[in-house]
Nanobody
Framework: QVQLVESGGGLVQAGASLRLSCAASGRTFSNYAMGWFRQAPGKEREFVAA????????YYADSVKGRFTISRDNAKNTVYLQMNSLKPEDTAVYYC?????????????????WGQGTQVTISS
């Protein structure tokens, strides 16, 4: 059974940084692309970043480009999201997800396993 466990969320001030981690188990991690999504209260879950199985292909939402960095360590079965220059509008529950294929993608429907989410709150 595939499990994704996020960690690293918290409450920080605007301008600060956080690093989210997502530990995966249950299938060969390096065979699949991974992604990060977020959902703010009253809003749809939205794409944040995605990384291919090799790490060579990466996509970002325009709203986080230049501030967030996605990376993965296949030896540790872990994907990361480094978030810098955080803004109050980044406040949301952040979810990692495992895609059904090796190449990266931005559509939520292309992901078959999801973590439980970690809360990120940015105060102004």
């Amino acid at each position: 059974q595939v499990q994704l466990v996020e960690s690293g969320g918290g409450l920080v001030q605007a301008g600060a940084s956080l690093r989210l981690s997502c530990a995966a188990s249950g299938r060969t991690f390096s065979n699949y692309a991974m992604g990060w999504f977020r959902q703010a209260p009253g809003k749809e879950r939205e794409f944040v970043a995605a990384i291919s199985w090799s790490g060579h292909t990466i996509y970002y939402a325009d709203s986080v480009k230049g501030r967030f960095t996605i990376s993965r360590d296949n030896a540790k079965n872990t994907v990361y999201l480094q978030m810098n220059s955080l803004k109050p509008e980044d406040t949301a529950v952040y979810y990692c997800a495992s895609r059904v294929v090796a190449r990266a993608g931005q559509n939520r429907e292309g992901y078959d396993y999801w973590g439980q989410g970690t809360q990120v709150t940015i105060s102004s």
